[in-house]
Nanobody, 115 residues
Framework: QVQLVESGGGLVQPGGSLRLSCAASATVFNINTMGWYRQTPGKQRELVAT???????NYADSVKGRFIVSRDNGKSTVYLQMSSLKPEDTAVYYC?????????WGKGTLVTVSS
């Protein structure tokens, strides 16, 4: 069982930056892929960015060049540095971890981009 706790969401103006963090349970190691998804009301949850334990990344086209995903494998933590934020980035952002073939999710953190 993997528990994920996100932090760092909030209100930011268009063009601003925000950093999300997600920490996995202290007793979990060697998580394969960790990353971020987001969801808005009435829409399916969508990929934002993921990173494998080996450092391979995958980004949604809509965030390429603006968002950077990174990991601290020693702390089982994943980060999402978001820059040049747009109103359409407004969503609940969920942390995801793939561990021993299972998918685990955090409870989500709300990011609102508005002036």
């Amino acid at each position: 069982q993997v528990q994920l706790v996100e932090s760092g969401g909030g209100l930011v103006q268009p063009g601003g930056s925000l950093r999300l963090s997600c920490a996995a349970s202290a007793t979990v190691f060697n998580i394969n892929t960790m990353g971020w998804y987001r969801q808005t009301p009435g829409k399916q949850r969508e990929l934002v960015a993921t990173m494998t334990r080996g450092g391979n990344t995958n980004y949604a086209d809509s965030v390429k060049g603006r968002f950077i995903v990174s990991r601290d494998n020693g702390k089982s933590t994943v980060y999402l540095q978001m820059s040049s934020l747009k109103p359409e980035d407004t969503a609940v952002y969920y942390c995801n971890a793939n561990y021993l073939g299972g998918d685990y999710w955090g409870k989500g953190t709300l990011v609102t981009v508005s002036s």
